[in-house]
């Protein structure tokens, strides 16, 4: 069987147009949707939602893209991206894109030690100390009211109906109950004067710090509950990835020259 020159060149063309086809995802007006674009909205939708790549997925992804092809043919036909608001606006959505990709490549390019991780860990666990302590105060204005405080509770008034009168809302509500917390939890000489008494001890003075003047009573020490490496790492990996990000974005604002 013998095939004729023009049915020849037919099935030629027909075999090479195959593998153009299988990369378009549709054809819309004769403008051809790039299989790739739905790949990148169901990794999008993957990595976003956690949603599976699925057939049905695909076929949802597939409309959204054709509904979106006759929405943006149309926008073309009208002009409209010669509009200043729309390009000012696809301008500040490119940049958003670019800069995006410019971290995605920086971090992937510098990536987090273990070392590092370890050595923040270690220094987190150094602050956070081995004891957690809990405890009472009422943050007052001024010395004097404390002091007034300080001597009432001498006299044998209960620290819960004293915290009342507490500038501190969230303590007061609940008699001045600060809850369990480490020293590093507090400003410096709130934790200070805190670790300095015994539970049941009363702070003798008024503690000073820049939201006024604190009377504090321990109520209970225990050994601290510091959580594992494990279960603090991608916290910290976050944490030193956004320190070098910023050393990284001051470092080219630096060499920028800015007019």
């Known amino acids: 069987m013998t095939f004729k020159p023009s049915r020849l060149l037919v099935v030629l063309f027909a075999a090479a147009a195959l593998p153009v086809m299988a990369q378009n995802l549709a054809v819309v007006n004769g403008k051809a949707i790039p299989s790739s674009r739905a790949d990148m909205m169901v990794k999008q939708l993957s ?36 509009n200043a608001d729309v390009k000012a606006q696809a301008d500040i959505a490119r940049q958003s894109i670019l800069i995006r990709a410019l971290v995605a490549d920086f971090i992937k390019k510098n990536p987090i030690k273990d070392a590092d991780i370890q050595a923040e860990y270690d220094k987190f666990k150094a602050q ?9 105060h009422i943050l007052v204005e001024n010395e004097a009211d404390a002091k007034a405080i300080i001597a009432k509770l001498k006299a044998g008034g209960k620290f819960e109906d004293l915290a009342k009168q507490s500038k501190d809302p969230g303590s007061a509500a609940n008699g001045g109950d600060l809850g369990w917390a480490t020293p590093a939890s507090f400003v410096k000489p709130f934790s200070d004067a805190l670790v300095a008494l015994k539970p049941g001890q009363l702070t003798e003075t008024p503690v000073k710090t820049q939201f006024g ?28 990835q956004q320190k070098k990000l910023q050393a990284y974005q001051q470092d080219l604002r630096a060499k920028a020259k800015v007019q």
């Not at 992804?61 to 002009?79: C, H, M, S, T």
């Open 128 to 136: 956070a100390g081995d004891k957690e302590y809990h405890a009472q």
């Open 47 to 82: 990595a976003q939602g956690g949603q599976a790549d699925t057939p049905e997925l695909r076929n949802m992804v597939k409309d959204e893209l054709i509904n979106r092809e006759v929405l943006i043919q149309e926008a073309d036909k009208l002009g409209l991206g010669n």
């Open 213 to 240: 003047y604190h009377v504090i009573k321990l109520d209970e020490v225990r050994a601290a509950k510091i959580p594992t490496l494990a279960e603090v790492k991608p916290q910290i990996t976050e944490a030193l």
